[in-house]
């Protein structure tokens, strides 16, 4: 199984290919168009701002390619807020496969909540394949200032200040906040089941 992992200049991609290389996948970090048309997944990891990513993807096309996809595709972090409609970071137009807004976190008293949210928290209302074996008590790491909304799409929540996404699903779309690569037995437990569907 070839798994193409979308090269867009986005921080933390080298730990996903580690990840997945523990987990005996063939991964390829490409931005190569025929490359992740013919891959039997793709993943779109990344940490960054969400109009300079935008900016890349439209360079190189990739911004057609993506919601035209159809195998399974795992976007993680930014690349979760990047499918979606819109963001607030830096009022980017995104790729739109989620109809979904990505919003700034806007605590009401800063001292109670810090921005970015940083640490472990768990998942609320799990319902999906990929996270098959997972739970209510299954925690998982974020390190973001920008979230998606609820919506029918969503397939799992987290609560930090208010409800957010932590996972969305739509046809073979999948995306979450958290860093799976960093989550421990669970986020291996999620790639592992992405691997799987």
Known sequence: MQVAVIKY????VQSVLYA???????????DDLETISKADKVIFPGQGEASTAMKYLKEKKLDQLIPELKQDFFGVCLGQQL?????????????GVFPVKVKKFQPENPFDFKVPHIGWNN???VKSPLLKGLDDSSFV????????ELSEHTIAKTDYILPF???????NFYAMQAHPEKS?????????NFLSL
């Open 141 to 148: 790491y974020y390190v973001h200032s920008f979230y998606c």
């Open 83 to 95: 499918l979606c409609d819109h963001s607030e970071e830096g009022n980017t137009s995104c790729l």
């Open 123 to 125: 998942l609320q209302e």
């Open 184 to 192: 421990g037995l669970v986020g291996e437990r999620i790639l592992r």
């Open 165 to 171: 996404s932590a996972l969305m699903h739509k046809d």
């Open 9 to 12: 200049n986005a921080g933390n």
């Open 20 to 30: 997945l290389e523990r987990l005996g996948a063939d991964a390829l970090l490409t």
